[in-house]
């Protein structure tokens, strides 16, 4: 042990690298890409530090070319589950105990293995198995996860920084203590950071974690886990559990040393595990903590001051990229009758160039939606939108899957500003759009603020500031990262600390020290140095 108070290297947003023609990281990616194109891996689970084939497998493709198998990887059954359990528990007996800095170095050794060498190999890897465009990964998997990794360990140290005062005569402290049992992470396909973000926020404060990826994200998640294993990760802190989640997850939660969820997926799902946990209540060690990130319906609203140019880009910038599977993603868009026309000019003069395809062709600045299922709901709801009274497709409306499930990038102008695509998640390429008449900007805000469940994100544009503080207070709990005069998408971890509420989730902020807080159980200690050595007060004696 060291006598010594450490810091945290201090955090520094990881610089997004360009992919420009001639750099050099162009052509590690292309040639890195190639290679992991061409081989198929085979993917355990990983328990207890140690690879576990169960011999009942799935295979994982690229969705912009779903003949092109990627990887088969092997489905925890329940009594892997239990075995994850138990390795869980073990490693917590050990890691929950560690000093903090070495735990915290572990995940610090991650984030440069990640900003190095294994750059290119999780950009490919998110390329290829989630279809997102070289810029894509490298925001997504490099980036975003990188400042994940590094970030957060700068915040855990200022969260143990938290003390409270001391009266005369004593020493108060707390302990912030991890969670007593493990933490079940269920992590969404979209993001690759998110993957990673979910089990190794809680195991930095000395928490254990049994983490499920989503079938679709299985691929990238496996060199995360390798990653981590590399920095240092002992045995049984993370494991790695890919499988069926209805079955999984009722194991899980069916054992006493459950105590905590960190998810971010579907509204839904979300809400049947809760209900799933509250319906065992009685039967936890402690009460789980229950953070969940879920689905949204992202708006942006613009008054008849919007500056036209800057919108029509957040419209497209905020809508299609990575084929609007962000749940940031711009989905219902409100704009001035006045300032349609042209409006409509711009946007659909960019829309005009976009192209649609393979990833691996550096001119596609849009891939493939994930999977069937995906692609069989998205294109559902672009055939109602065609044959729909007073509904219009402007751009956009076409589909096709015989190689890849690729959908081009759609808008939708509506007359009805409650129709269906308005209102829900559609998370695909598709915006609707409604101009509404100038003289109804306050009921617009309230239509905006009232129309759907969720409250994620949304995005204000105006250069009059009087509409914009009447958007701020109409719209303050419409959206838990809310834009002025940018689109909805892209927070930076460290920056715009990320998350929603309503319908979108517990909003515990990821990427923040908010996050954090919800993976410690603190003990306040009290020491007297000089304890009273009588019972009686002062105010006892008669005279
Ligand atoms: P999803 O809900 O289908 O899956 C998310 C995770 O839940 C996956 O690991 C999946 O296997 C698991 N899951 C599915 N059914 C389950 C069950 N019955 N029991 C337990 N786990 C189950 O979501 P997705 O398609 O991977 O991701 C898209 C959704 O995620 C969208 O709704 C999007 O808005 C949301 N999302 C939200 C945020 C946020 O920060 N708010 C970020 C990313 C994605």
Redesign the pocket.
Known sequence: MMNSIPNVPPPINEPVLSYAPGTPERALLKETYARMHGEEIEIPLIIGGREVRTGNTEVQVSPHEHGHVLARYHKAGAAEVRQAIDAANKAWKDWSNWPWEDRLAVFQRAADLLATRYRPVLNAATMLGQSKTAHQAEIDSACELIDFLRFNTHFAQKLYSEQPFSGPGMWNRLDHRPLEGFVYA??????TA?AGNLPTAPAMLGNVALW?????AVYSGWYIMQILMEAGLPPGVINFLPGD??P??ETILGDRSLAGIH???????FQ??WRQVGERIDQYRTYPRLVG????KDFIVAHASADPAALATAIVRGGYEYQG???SAASRVYVPQSLWPQVRELTLGMMETIRVGDVSDYRNFMGAV?DRKAYDKITGYIKHAHAADDVEVIAGGTYDDSVGYFIQPTLVQVQDSAYQLMCE?V?GPVVSLYPYPDAEWEQTLQIVDQTSPYA?TGAVFSNDRAALLQADRALRNAAGNFYVNDKPTGAVVGQQP???ARG??TNDK?GSILNLVRWISPRTIKETFAPARSYEYPFLAEK
């Open positions: 269920v992590t969404p396909f979209n993001f998110i499920k990826p989503a079938a679709t989640p209805g999984m997850t998810f971010t997926g579907s509204t839904s799902v049947m595990i990130e879920t689905g949204g599977q962000k749940c994930i998640e998370f994620l990320f998350g929603g979108s989730g990821a």
